[in-house]
Structure formats: structure tokens, C-alpha cells
């Protein structure tokens, strides 16, 4: 078992700057895809970013060019860098980790385990 525990959420004003981080425990051996999901207000979860064992990065086109998703193995820890906040960037942002390579990372399926989440206010 896999225990996710996302940090850094809070109220910021539209246009200001964030990040998250979260850090995995217990089984964390192997490599694990990392990615962030959010769920906004009245809104179903959608994807937002993920990183694979090797590095490499993907987007949701709403938050490309102002998010930046790493990975530190060595700290267990994956953070989620958001600048330019937005206003309808508001929600509840989890992390998961999964190992699949059958299931687009960009789905939820492809996740193992989810952190609890933190929650991203940003103000007009």
C-alpha cells in the first residue's frame, strides 16, 4: 500500500502562484507514474498533469504553459507548480500513483492510489 498526502493548498488572489506537493509512503519501491486531478465546484474530477517514471510531462490544455508538474524519487515527492491562478483553477487537487501501462494517464484508471487532497481557492 501506497499512502499519498498532498500540501500547499490555500486561498490566493487570480493570477498569483501556488505549489503543491505530495508525498508518498509505505510501498513507494519501483516506479510510479505520478499525476494530479481536480474536482472544482460543481464540476466532475478532471485530469490536470501527470509525470511518468522517466520524466516525461503532459498537460491539460487549461492549465499548459502555466503549471509545472516534477518529481524529486529521491524525497518521494511530487510537486505541481501553478502560476497565473485562475479563478476557475478552484477545486479540490489530489495526486495518485499508478503503475499501469494499459490505461491512458490522463484517466483515472490508471491510478492506484490517491492522496486525500488539497484544496486551491483563487480569488477574482
Known amino acids: 500500500q501506497v499512502q499519498l498526502v498532498e500540501a500547499g493548498g490555500g486561498l490566493v488572489q487570480a493570477g498569483g502562484s501556488l505549489r503543491l506537493s505530495c508525498v508518498a509512503s509505505?510501498?513507494?519501491?519501483?516506479?510510479?507514474?505520478m499525476g494530479w486531478f481536480r474536482q472544482g465546484p460543481g464540476k466532475e474530477r478532471e485530469f490536470v498533469t501527470f509525470i511518468t517514471w522517466s520524466g516525461g510531462t503532459y498537460y491539460a490544455d487549461s492549465v499548459k504553459g502555466r503549471f509545472t508538474i516534477t518529481r524529486d524519487n529521491v524525497k518521494n515527492t511530487v510537486y505541481l507548480q501553478m502560476n497565473m491562478l485562475k479563478p476557475e483553477d478552484t477545486a479540490v487537487y489530489s495526486c495518485?500513483?499508478?503503475?499501469?501501462?494499459?490505461?491512458?494517464?490522463?484517466?483515472?484508471?490508471?491510478?492506484?492510489?490517491w492522496g486525500q487532497g488539497t484544496q486551491v481557492t483563487v480569488s477574482s
Open positions: 509505505g510501498r513507494t519501491s519501483g516506479t510510479y507514474n
Open positions: 495518485a500513483a499508478g503503475k499501469s501501462s494499459l490505461a491512458s494517464l490522463t484517466s483515472r484508471r490508471a491510478y492506484d492510489y
